[in-house]
Structure formats: C-alpha cells, structure tokens
C-alpha cells in the first residue's frame, strides 16, 4: 500500500520560514502529481500549491511569490519552501499525491496524516 509521511512542520515568527517535506512509499508504479493543501482552524481545505511530474507548478494567490513547490521524482519526494511567513498562514497542512499502483489500474488521490505550521503574530 501507500503511505504518505510530512516532516517539518513547527512552529515560526512572523516573517520567517519553514521547508516541509512529503515522501512517497509504496507499491507505486506512477505519481501524476504532488501537491500540498491545509486547513486552517474554522476553514475549509485549500490548495495551498502542487506540482506534476513534469514539472508544472500551480499556487494560490494567497501564497504564490512567497512559497516554492518542488519534487524529487526518484525519491517520490515533495517539498515546499515557504518564506515571509503570516499568521494567516497557520494551519494543518496536508501532502497529497495522485497516483497509480502496481496493483490498481485506477489513479487515486492519497493523503498524508497532516503537520501543523503555527505562524506567531
């Protein structure tokens, strides 16, 4: 099966950085795309950014100049590098990836177990 693992998220001033990191394990046999969302307190899950696997990237306007999305395909890694950190930008943030297995001849969405970011004001 699949699994999904975020690292890196903590706790940050107002104005600083963080770089989480999502990787991939599993029978998987092709990743579509990778990507990141979260969910803040009271508000509904949001894209926060994603990317394919050739390398196209999309970000929210909330967030697009201040984060980066990247992947290692050969470790069927994602990370996002976020910088100019905002109090709004606290929430669980979640990895996602869109991908086949070896087993399923469908593509599915998979979802990782969450990490907080808190952003102090």
């Known amino acids: 099966q699949v699994q999904l693992v975020e690292s890196g998220g903590g706790l940050v001033q107002a104005g600083g950085s963080l770089r989480l990191s999502c990787a991939a394990s599993g029978s998987i046999s092709s990743i579509f795309s990778m990507g990141w969302y979260r969910r803040a307190p009271g508000k509904q899950r949001e894209l926060v950014a994603v990317i394919t696997s050739g390398g196209n990237a999309n970000y929210a306007d909330s967030v697009k100049g201040r984060f980066t999305i990247s992947r290692d395909n050969a470790k069927n890694t994602v990370y996002v590098e976020m910088n100019s950190l905002k109090f709004e930008d606290t929430a669980v943030y979640y990895c996602?990836?869109?991908?086949?297995?070896?087993?399923?001849?469908?593509?599915?969405?998979?979802w990782g177990q969450g990490t907080q970011v808190t952003v102090s004001s």
């Open positions: 996602n990836a869109n991908l086949k297995t070896w087993s399923l001849d469908r593509p599915r969405d998979y």
